[in-house]
């Protein structure tokens, strides 16, 4: 029986669902983020913008596309997994905070401190050992140490990223987790008693970890691609075409994302594997042996309800929204695109502040720094931004980068004079705020 979930972490503080959640801001000294104070220091670089979407939890939302598409996933799991009491097999966690300790988000999933995904212009940090959730995982260790094991894991997650139509700083993801003891895996096998899920003295090879026997991990990869097989074609329709293409991922081994076939592409849409069973030893259930995956709510949306757009889904267009008002969730929504507003794009070019790094150690410009500056001046209204030109000068080697910059508002149609207050402002800040020399 599943212990109850520890409440002392701030991590695990529930977030309400009715009301709004209260407002994150940040100040001089330290970073208010939804009822919690946290000290700022040299690697802070959460920015307002950012804070505004914390506690937005569209995912929440009612009828909102990506609540639908939880919920769709919620319902197929009820239904198909049904555990010894009659109960649904799987729990469903959608309200912890995305305020997480680094050793959660990382550590607690084997990624080593060298890892590139740590990079502070990877991540949205609070302080030097606190952040914005990069994934879903930061929490898969303490729900299985909680005694959990089926569940469903849903959220928003941050992330500082490019710019452009499939690409935001904010998005939400939903995983899966499902632990096996000895029994429950061989319990269909005949002779199923004589077989073990570990052994002595093996090794890590391509198929399975150094633990694990074969014909444990085969039956565990095997149950695995058969539930999202079934989820996906469950979403998508029967006669969806699938592939799965083995990959890595620090915390499962073997693993494997899967691709679907969709208007004429293949389209990756969700990673998994065979959970590391030191991740599982960690969390005290070293007995048993485990899947996860993890799949993009958006990118599920999108191709489902072909909504051409990433930033629709933070829209309060009331024309957006009630397409997805729907009297049951498994009712099909065909999106109606809204009047596409005309583009406007601008161009910014400098000169790149000579020398790799800065003075406390950090690359002293990185693409993303520019991409979250862009961000958090012009927010919604930009709609896409692109290296147009990379110019070393022959004699002096310094580096040149022009930046396409491309305006839409979602609802109304922008006048160049406002862009230009809005870019005016973007080569302001880049001189500022990144050494950059302007070349406007």
């Known amino acids: 029986r599943p212990r109850p979930l520890p409440?002392?972490?701030?991590?695990?503080?529930?977030?309400?669902?009715?009301?709004h959640a209260p407002q994150s801001v940040i100040g001089q000294d330290s970073a208010q983020v939804l009822g919690q104070s946290y000290p700022r220091d040299d690697f802070t670089n959460v920015t307002p913008k950012i804070l505004e979407k914390v506690g937005r939890n569209l995912h929440n939302q009612s009828h909102h596309p990506l609540w639908l598409i939880k919920e769709r996933i919620k319902a197929h799991f009820y239904?198909?997994?049904?555990?010894r009491s009659g109960n649904p097999l799987f729990s469903v966690h959608d309200n912890l905070s995305p305020v997480v300790t680094t050793e959660q988000n990382f550590d607690s999933l084997l990624?080593?401190?060298?890892?590139?995904?740590?990079?502070?212009?990877?991540?949205?940090?609070?302080?030097?050992?606190?952040?914005?959730?990069?994934?879903?995982s930061a929490h898969q260790t303490d729900l299985v140490?909680?005694?959990?094991?089926?569940?469903?894991?849903a959220g928003d997650v941050y992330r500082r990223d490019e710019i452009d139509a499939s690409h935001y700083p904010v998005f939400h993801q939903m995983e899966g987790v499902r632990l096996f003891s000895n029994r429950q895996l061989f319990s269909r096998v005949q002779n199923g008693g004589e077989l073990s899920l570990f052994e002595r003295g093996g090794r890590r090879s391509p198929e399975k970890q150094e633990t694990h026997t074969l014909e444990a991990v085969k039956l565990v990869e095997f149950d695995l691609k058969r539930t999202l097989t079934q989820l996906v074609s469950y979403l998508f329709g029967a006669d969806l075409e699938i592939r799965w293409v083995d990959c890595y991922f620090p915390f499962t081994h073997p693993s494997f994302e899967m691709e679907v076939r969709f208007q004429g592409d293949w389209m990756e849409v969700l990673g998994c594997g065979v959970m590391e069973?030191?991740?599982?030893?960690?969390?005290?259930?070293?007995?048993?042996?485990?899947?996860?995956?993890?799949?993009?709510?958006?990118?599920?949306?999108?191709?489902?309800?072909?909504?051409?757009?990433?930033?629709?889904?933070?829209?309060?267009?009331?024309r957006f929204l009630k397409q997805f008002r729907v009297q049951d969730i498994h009712q099909p929504v065909c999106f109606q695109t809204l009047s596409k507003y005309p583009p406007l794009h601008n161009d910014i070019s400098f000169w790149l502040p000579n020398g790799k790094e800065s003075e406390a150690g950090r690359e002293s410009f990185t693409e993303n720094d520019f991409y979250e500056l862009v961000r958090s001046i012009g927010g919604d209204l930009v709609e896409k931004v692109s290296l147009v030109d990379n110019f070393t000068h022959p004699k002096t080697?310094?580096?040149?980068?022009?930046?396409?910059?491309?305006?839409?508002?979602m609802e109304r149609t922008l006048t160049?004079?406002?862009?230009?207050?809005?870019?005016?402002?973007?080569?302001?800040?880049?001189?500022?705020?990144?050494?950059?020399?302007?070349?406007?």
């Open 145 to 153: 140490r909680s005694g959990l094991d089926a569940f469903l894991l």
């Open 397 to 409: 080697g310094r580096r040149s980068h022009c930046y396409r910059i491309i305006y839409r508002h």
């Open 79 to 83: 239904s198909s997994y049904i555990g």
């Open 111 to 136: 990624i080593p401190p060298g890892h590139p995904s740590r990079k502070r212009g990877d991540n949205y940090y609070l302080n030097r050992t606190t952040m914005l959730r990069a994934h879903t």
């Open 277 to 318: 069973q030191e991740l599982l030893n960690s969390a005290g259930a070293g007995d048993k042996l485990g899947w996860a995956f993890g799949l993009g709510l958006e990118r599920l949306a999108m191709v489902l309800y072909s909504i051409p757009d990433i930033r629709l889904f933070w829209s309060q267009d009331e």
């Open 7 to 19: 409440q002392t972490d701030s991590s695990w503080r529930r977030l309400s669902t009715k009301g």
């Open 416 to 440: 160049q004079q406002e862009v230009q207050r809005v870019h005016q402002q973007i080569e302001q800040a880049a001189e500022s705020e990144l050494g950059v020399q302007g070349r406007f």
